[in-house]
């Protein structure tokens, strides 16, 4: 019998749910880079190599790729913007010269599982937890779970997370609506270059 992808997430977001109590990294912990990112970014305290695997098969392929690995570092999120990408790269070529011994360009599901029960790990580049959800999920997961409760009142909401993150839905929709009324219109006359422009002589 397999357990789905969606069912496995499903469970894992549940589980916070579950406690009321959000799990923290105890600051002198001498834990993993995985281990760390498992507690601060999904609130998961018990996993396994192949859990751990399948959370961040994004594509659900059975392998990562190096944009998989980059994503799960949270190499593009905004708090590593001050990244080079030949930083970026480096790690990435450290993480595959660990589970990718056969240099196939992929990490399988197989040798991620094989490596780590040698007591292989993905390494700590100081760069951060890992943040790899969306806007509304770093939010959740980071801000409102800690200083909110499933009570809080819009009122509440007035830590300067919450102004931003309203502050960013207010430009998504009217972005949104931006665009609506662009791709309503026949001809969008904003998307003419000047230099097609009839002048009034």
Do not use: C
């Not at 944009?67 to 708090?79: A, I």
């Not at 502050?167 to 931006?178: V, Y």
């Amino acid at each position: 019998m397999t357990i789905s992808k969606t069912l496995l997430i499903s469970l894992f977001v549940a589980m916070p749910l579950v406690s009321a109590h959000v799990p923290e990294v105890p600051a002198d912990a001498n834990l993993d880079w995985a281990t760390k990112h498992m507690i601060e970014e999904h609130h998961i305290v018990n996993f396994d190599a192949g859990s751990f695997f399948a959370l961040h098969d994004y594509d659900e392929t059975g392998t990562w790729s190096p944009d998989e690995v980059r994503k799960t570092y949270g190499l593009d999120d905004e708090s590593n913007r001050s990244l080079t990408e030949d930083r970026k790269r480096q790690i990435l070529t450290e993480v595959f010269a660990i589970f990718d011994p056969k240099k196939t360009g992929v990490i399988t599901r197989e040798e991620w599982l094989r490596l780590s029960s040698e007591g292989k790990k993905l390494p700590d580049f100081g760069v951060g937890p890992g943040h790899h959800g969306d806007m509304e999920y770093e939010y959740e997961i980071h801000h409102f779970e800690k200083y909110h409760g499933d009570d809080a009142r819009p009122e509440d909401l007035t830590h300067p997370e919450d102004i931003e993150h309203f502050r960013r839905h207010d430009e998504e929709e009217d972005a949104q609506k931006k665009l609506d009324e662009m791709q309503g219109m026949s001809i969008v006359e904003a998307n003419i270059p000047e230099k097609f422009k009839k002048r009034a002589s």
